[in-house]
């Protein structure tokens, strides 16, 4: 019981990363749960009202299983920050990008992602690769001209992951203890990976309920 297997995915198709490679990866799980990377707003507009103009890949793979399994799945996401726009976080990294020290980094990802798909996005590799453009970003920034603008999105942006992993585990661990369940999935974008991990280690810690998590690709 309470079994969750954690993907690690990113929510535009590249190559071998598409929603039905991984579509595949769900059937060969049969979860009974998904719990999913959205907030509950967007999960009703997908879901019911069926009025955004672009599904990303987990949402076409989840349609897709939904088809033919009538399974729980669940928002755990949160509302985004109000101070923090989606032309800001494309500003920042835009920037970042101008640099052949980071570009070669991002190129080295966005190849290798294109070629090993999921297995990718789930590897030690991957994670290696995160944590290189993370300290990148940071001694970038000491010398950057809008150092200043760069410095605020930054703090904002990483702020806001760390809120939302926190609510991620919390709405998981909290669903957990109202309703049982067999298998579940829990799916969220590569980036994530080494810090959800340090997070479910300190909630397993905290929790009375105790999840038994796997890493998919470990």
């Known amino acids: 019981m309470y079994n969750i297997i954690l993907v690690c ?12 490679e991984l579509h595949q990866i769900i059937e060969s799980i ?11 707003d967007l ?3 997908i879901y019911k009202k069926n009025d955004i103009p672009f599904e990303p890949l987990e949402i076409k793979a989840i349609k897709r299983y939904l ?16 101070n923090l726009s989606l032309n800001d976080i494309k500003y920042m990294f ?15 990802q966005y190849k290798m992602t294109e070629t090993d798909g999921f297995s990718f996005l789930n590897s030690k590799r991957f994670t290696q690769l995160h944590e290189e453009k993370k300290l990148t970003e940071t001694r970038l920034m000491e010398f950057m001209m809008t150092q200043i603008q760069q410095t605020r999105i930054y703090k904002l942006f990483y702020e806001e992951q760390e809120t939302r992993e926190n609510s991620w585990l ?19 974008g590569a980036s994530h ?19 038994i998590w796997t890493f998919y690709g470990d």
């Open 193 to 211: 990976r080494k810090s959800i991990k340090q997070k479910i280690e300190e909630f397993e810690r905290k929790e009375q309920s105790k999840l």
């Open 43 to 45: 999960f009703d507009r």
């Open 170 to 188: 919390q709405n998981i661990y909290n669903y957990s203890k109202k309703y049982t369940y067999n298998k579940a999935i829990f799916y969220c």
């Open 94 to 108: 835009d920037a970042f990008k101008k640099y052949d020290v980071y570009k070669k980094l991002d190129i080295e």
């Open 67 to 82: 088809q033919d399994h009538a399974i729980e799945h669940i928002p755990v996401d949160i509302d985004p920050d109000p």
């Open 30 to 40: 049969n979860p009974d749960v998904i719990f999913e990377e959205i907030c509950p």
């Open 9 to 20: 995915t990113i929510h535009s198709e590249i190559g071998k990363c598409n929603s039905s």
